[in-house]
Antibody
Framework: QVQLVQAGGEVKQPGASVKVSCKASGYTFTSYALHWVRQAPGQRLEWMGWINAGNGNTKYSQKFQGRVTITRDTSASTAYMELSSLRSEDTAVYYC????????????WGQGTLVTVSS | DVVMTQSPLSLPVTLGQPASISCRSSQSLVHSDGNTYLNWFQQRPGQSPRRLIYKVSNRDSGVPDRFSGSGSGTDFTLKISRVEAEDVGVYYCMQGTHWPTWTFGQGTKVEIK
């Protein structure tokens, strides 16, 4: 079955960058798109961006444009989300979510990675 | 950007009773390909979100049939026919019609009275 496994939590200082990973298994990695969604404490889900795992094309939410970069390593079946110029408001759980070719968007979710931004 | 608005934001329900959540979009969600890309997600406390419904009314595999989705255009509804204790959590609608930007609603918290 499809699994998306994310790395453990990170603690970063304001101004730093963080790179979160999402390893996929159970399907052909390059066949589907992967999204990144974040959730600040007590807040709603917030879509950040998307990568076509096949050709590497990306699209980012305007809110994060210029600060977020999504990449993938097809040999490792892994996608990455890097967020720069971190501030305290970026403290959140960051999820990767994968599409399904038959049923569509955000069918599968990783377990989330807590990123804490604190001095 | 498309704005998704849910109501109510909090929904106390008696066990065994029905529940209904509304989701409205600021633009029609009918795609040029004829599909309507409106999904519903459930997030239980401390867990990752789980997709329940895709394209308005299609239940994902393993989702109990007490969950149903309906609607068209800009107005959509998620219904739980008889709420069970395991249904406690936050429910989100999300549009994917106006990709490549996806938008979530604010979330509706379902709790047991």
């Amino acid at each position: 079955q499809v699994q998306l496994v994310q790395a453990g939590g990170e603690v970063k200082q304001p101004g730093a960058s963080v790179k979160v990973s999402c390893k996929a298994s159970g399907y052909t990695f390059t066949s589907y798109a992967l999204h990144w969604v974040r959730q600040a404490p007590g807040q709603r889900l917030e879509w950040m961006g998307w990568i076509n795992a096949g050709n590497g094309n990306t699209k980012y939410s305007q809110k994060f444009q210029g600060r977020v970069t999504i990449t993938r390593d097809t040999s490792a079946s892994t996608a990455y989300m890097e967020l720069s110029s971190l501030r305290s408001e970026d403290t959140a759980v960051y999820y990767c979510a994968g599409d399904d070719i038959l049923t569509g968007y955000l069918a599968y979710w990783g377990q989330g990675t807590l990123v804490t931004v604190s001095s | 950007d498309v704005v998704m608005t849910q109501s109510p934001l909090s929904l106390p329900v008696t066990l065994g009773q029905p529940a209904s959540i509304s989701c409205r979009s600021s633009q029609s969600l009918v795609h040029s390909d004829g599909n309507t890309y409106l999904n519903w997600f459930q997030q239980r406390p401390g867990q990752s979100p789980r997709r329940l419904i895709y394209k308005v009314s299609n239940r994902d595999s393993g989702v109990p049939d007490r969950f149903s989705g309906s609607g068209s255009g800009t107005d959509f509804t998620l219904k739980i026919s008889r709420v069970e204790a395991e249904d406690v959590g936050v429910y989100y609608c999300m549009q994917g019609t106006h990709w490549p930007t996806w938008t979530f609603g604010q979330g509706t918290k379902v709790e047991i009275k």
